[in-house]
């Protein structure tokens, strides 16, 4: 990863020495780290996939929540997305325990993948799912969207806001375009593990990026989310982070 999201030549590099059969990428808000896919590196890993054979799994979690500007269109509506598989969720959309999301794929592809849904569960929640189905129809969803967009805008500017006046001189992060979280760079100094420790004697959890690394390494960075919570919440999260750190 750099700013520019997957570093393909890095990926180039790779296919040199071994065979690769597919790829998983979260390019729109890449987690944990909220990069943005350039539309250029986009359109060079798509032309790999067709060059050396391999797949790549296009998890769009949260397309949706983009509110500066223009999304850069998926990898799988590029000429050389025949490679893409293409999913989305509902879940991020409408609440975490919709357990319902949307796959688009070849059809051979979508063949196989129906065959192995069938195999597994026959039945799925039919009331829900035509529940669902209504809100795309009547075009409400698009309505709650547009609705929840301007929400998470407010709040992360509000957590933004919160974390750069009480904890500026401390953290470094660029407030993203899109998504659910801020990507916040932690000095060296700080002992993140006792800050959080810490932080639950005052009511505020958090947890540092240690956990989402593949290798188990302590890195210096949080993931804050900021859209469970009201604006006055995540002012008051800051406020409280501040008081522990001074402790």
Do not use: C
């Amino acid at each position: 990863m750099d700013d520019e999201g997957l570093e393909v030549g890095a990926l180039v590099a790779l296919l040199k020495s071994q065979k690769v059969r597919a790829v998983y990428v979260t390019p729109h808000h890449q987690f944990p780290t909220n990069t943005v896919m350039t539309a250029a590196r986009r359109k060079r890993l798509a032309a790999l996939s067709l060059e050396h054979g391999f797949a790549i799994i296009e998890d769009d979690y949260d397309h949706e929540f983009h509110y500066e500007g223009r999304p850069e269109p998926p990898i799988a509506a590029d000429p050389d997305g025949a490679n893409v598989l293409y999913l989305g969720s509902l879940s991020k959309i409408l609440a975490p325990g919709l357990r319902m999301g949307f796959i688009v794929a070849s059809a051979p592809l979508m063949e196989r993948l129906v065959a192995l849904r069938l195999a597994s569960d026959m039945q799925g929640d039919a009331a829900v799912e035509y529940a669902i189905a209504e809100l795309f129809e009547d075009g409400e969803l698009l309505r709650h969207l547009r609705r929840m967009r301007t929400l998470y805008a407010r709040r992360r500017d509000a957590l933004a806001t919160g974390l750069a006046r009480r904890l500026g001189s401390v953290l470094t992060f660029r407030v993203p375009s899109g998504g659910m979280a801020l990507w916040v760079r932690v000095a060296d100094e700080v002992d993140i593990a006792r800050w959080e420790q810490a932080g639950r004697a005052l009511g505020v959890l958090f947890k540092g990026a240690g956990m989402l690394d593949f290798a188990g390494r302590d890195l210096q960075f949080l993931r804050l989310g900021f859209t469970y919570h009201d604006e006055d919440e995540l002012t008051e999260a800051a406020l409280r982070m501040a008081r522990t750190l001074k402790r």
